[in-house]
């Protein structure tokens, strides 16, 4: 049973919504990167997402393009992420994940990358520019590693395609555009979650914009998974890394 399903599964039992956050490998530096993964699990974090900075990201907004270009600028390579995750694994066994978009992949080289990826201990992938028509391209997965979905409101009809061949959990996007912080929430994301129901039985995150305790609140009773990852990168970005501001912020998410 893989990570992933085995805290969904832990938690559905203990009737809670896994939180689960993001934050760019290599900003401020890998250093920090790994200290701040080691403190969100600290502070009861349930899944750690990993994005993988890339120079062109389609569905980034500014906060995680400029985390991006910092990562970038530092001369983060994706071996450097590789042993980073090396080295957390030694003593951290929580759920962690890669966003990464399918031109690294490429370019570093697919089997090798999910080689790597096996061998690290990474739970999931979240591919965002990977189409569904080109997903054989990538499949099939060793069994230790989930192949993640992003279902789009817009995606109707597609649903059903989307998450047939998936694991780990569905990424429900909450809002069309890209990511970032929100003021309000454009769709009923209940009326979405059951639609995306009807076609899975994966566990539902909700993405994108959510920043606060009381957007967590609004959708933890019907989501099983709550997604944050604009809001903690402007931290690390107004803070240069600061580990005790991202720690309050997880607190505050949590309500602890």
Known sequence: MSRIKTCFDKLKKEHKTALITYLTAGDPNI???EKLIYAQAEAGVDIIEIGIPFS???ADGPVIQRAA???LDNGIKVDDIFNMVKTIRKSLDIPLVFLVYYNIIFSYGKNKFIKNCEEV????????DLPLEERNEILPLPKSIDL???????????IKDIVKDSQGFVYCVSSMGVTGVRDNF???IENY???VKKYTDLPLAIGFGISKRSDV??????????IVGSAIVKIIEENNGDIEKIIEKVKELKNL
Do not use: H, M, Y
């Open 193 to 195: 979650l059951n639609k």
């Open 186 to 188: 454009e769709i009923n």
């Open 56 to 58: 062109d990201p389609p």
């Open 148 to 158: 993640i979905p992003l279902v789009a409101p817009n995606s109707n009809n597609r």
């Open 121 to 128: 201990g990474i739970d999931g992938l979240i591919i965002p």
């Open 31 to 33: 250093k920090q990167t």
């Open 69 to 71: 270009k910092r990562a």
């Open 217 to 226: 609140e609004k959708f933890e009773k019907i989501a099983d998974g709550i």
